[in-house]
Nanobody
Framework: QVQLVESGGGLVQAGGSLRLSCAASGRTVSNYAIGWFRQPPGKEREFVAAIPWSSGLTSIADDVKGRFTISRESAKNTVYLQTNSLKPEDTAVYYC???????????????WGQGTQVTVSS
């Protein structure tokens, strides 16, 4: 089992930044990559970014590339999503997820966090 706890969401003005954190725990957490997904109001959940624990590989969705970055702090079992130049259309519930890296980039998830709300005002 893997437990995922997100934090760092909130209300921000357009052009602002937020850093979201995902704290992962569980005996097998090192076997999984960690990803971020988001669900805008009234829309489907969509892939945002993913990173394995033990390589420099990352994957970022095209519509946030250049504005969002994903990173990890392995000693703390924590993955971060740095969101910059936020737009109102980035408003969504942001979810942390765990699965293999190959599954995450295909939007297939084994474990979900509870989500954190990001609201970007215009």
């Amino acid at each position: 089992q893997v437990q995922l706890v997100e934090s760092g969401g909130g209300l921000v003005q357009a052009g602002g930044s937020l850093r979201l954190s995902c704290a992962a725990s569980g005996r097998t957490v090192s076997n999984y990559a960690i990803g971020w997904f988001r669900q805008p109001p009234g829309k489907e959940r969509e892939f945002v970014a993913a990173i394995p624990w033990s390589s420099g590989l990352t994957s970022i969705a095209d519509d946030v590339k250049g504005r969002f970055t994903i990173s990890r702090e392995s000693a703390k079992n924590t993955v971060y999503l740095q969101t910059n130049s936020l737009k109102p259309e980035d408003t969504a519930v942001y979810y942390c997820a765990a699965a293999s890296f190959a599954k995450l980039i295909r939007s297939s998830v084994d474990y979900w966090g509870q989500g954190t709300q990001v609201t970007v005002s215009s």
